[in-house]
């Protein structure tokens, strides 16, 4: 185990502005040492506001930094590929947003890449990191509802309910726009993480908002990508799991997880449409009481809590990430947990577009 520095480079600088940036100044052992915007301008204003001693409109100069040792990469979907290869081409580890990349055969080259080169990856898969999701994940496995009879997930919210909204890259399929993308890659890891593997799925995926406006001419342009998701999954334990994910859903209910079994029930859940990660808390009730709101441990609580929820999780994310670096291995959730995500989110447009079930591979 070492304490020294790792020097990291921000590639993208929307969420990652708002995110990467104070997560991984927060954190003691990275130093964001260089960030890149395709505008060389806009990547000095940048680094200016947040003491970052370099700044570039170039992935090759970034890369070629030697204080640069890691990379983190928020970019949309449809730049993960290309900019995630020159990453690990130049043997730099690897921090990368979901979903992955815009199909599993992307996905799988790019964690072949982190094998090859031994770099270590990390996947923002956050509410693994939640100190709710954490209590709930300990209940899970200490078999607090016996054996599993349905897993009902809801996450119902109002971001892109507003048909005013401007057309942009979210509205495009090719591009890795829509709430499967945003929101069930998310969904697919979790599900892995909490009750494993998957045998086989369903889904229709519809567009409620079939037009946008353009950006720079107000004209109605089409969109082509989700805002709807209704998937039905197939545990390989047998146990059925429904999902129905939405981002067009005015007042919808909020992001909710509830688990059903023989020995009691769990119930996981967020009504705050502002912010997807703070307001979760959870549920309980063994067979024949009533369901009563949990405690959570002070073991799982978050050693600082930011005013962006989304922060505090990604500082263990990162701590992962460092960890991992320190012992030259990928920790969970890594880019192998990012394929497996992909996978199924491009298992989901198979189905959606055969109108059949769809068979996991093992």
């Not at 079939?210 to 998701?229: F, H, Q």
């Not at 688990?259 to 549920?283: A, M």
Request: glycine share 8%; charged share 20%.
């Amino acid at each position: 185990m070492t304490s020294s520095k790792i020097g990291v480079a921000v590639v993208g600088t929307g969420f990652g502005q708002k995110v990467h940036i104070p997560g991984l100044q927060a954190h003691p052992r990275t130093e964001v040492v260089a960030v890149y915007h395709r505008d060389l301008q806009k990547a000095q204003a940048i680094a200016q506001a947040h003491n970052i001693p370099q700044a570039s409109s170039s992935i090759t100069e970034i890369l070629s930094l030697p204080t640069v040792d890691a990379v983190s990469v928020s970019t949309p979907p449809f730049l993960h590929y290309e900019m995630a290869t020159s990453v690990l081409d130049a043997g730099k580890h690897l921090l990368l947003e979901k979903p992955t990349a815009l199909n599993v055969k992307e996905a799988r080259d790019l964690y072949q890449r982190s094998l090859d080169r031994r770099v270590v990856t990390s996947m923002n898969f956050e509410f693994r990191f939640v100190p709710a999701w954490q209590h709930f994940a300990d209940l899970l496995a200490s078999n607090y509802v016996g054996q599993k009879r349905l897993i009902k997930i809801d996450w119902l919210v109002s971001s892109r309910a507003d048909a005013s909204r401007p057309w942009n890259w979210y509205a495009r399929k090719e591009q890795g726009g829509g709430a499967l993308g945003a929101l069930a890659s998310h969904t697919f890891d979790y599900i892995a993480w909490l009750f494993g593997d998957v045998d086989r799925l369903t889904a229709r995926l519809s567009t409620a908002i079939p037009n946008r406006p353009d950006p720079s001419t107000g004209d109605l342009k089409p969109v082509d990508s989700d805002d709807t998701c209704n998937i039905t999954l197939e545990l390989t334990d047998g146990t059925p799991c429904q999902i129905c994910i939405s981002s067009v859903t005015t007042q919808g209910r909020g992001h909710w997880i509830e688990v059903y079994g023989d020995r009691g029930t769990l119930v996981l859940g967020s009504d705050n449409q502002k912010d997807y990660v703070h307001g979760f808390k959870l549920w309980g009730a063994p067979l024949g009481q009533e369901l009563v709101e949990l405690e959570i441990p002070k073991q799982f609580a978050f050693e600082q809590v930011f005013t962006d929820g989304r922060i505090a999780p990604f500082i263990r994310v990162v701590d992962q990430w460092v960890l991992g670096i320190d012992r030259q291995e990928s920790l969970p959730p890594s880019l192998k947990e990012g394929v497996y995500s992909q996978l199924l989110m491009d298992l989901a447009h198979e189905s959606n577009e055969t109108g059949t079930w769809v068979t996991v591979p093992k």
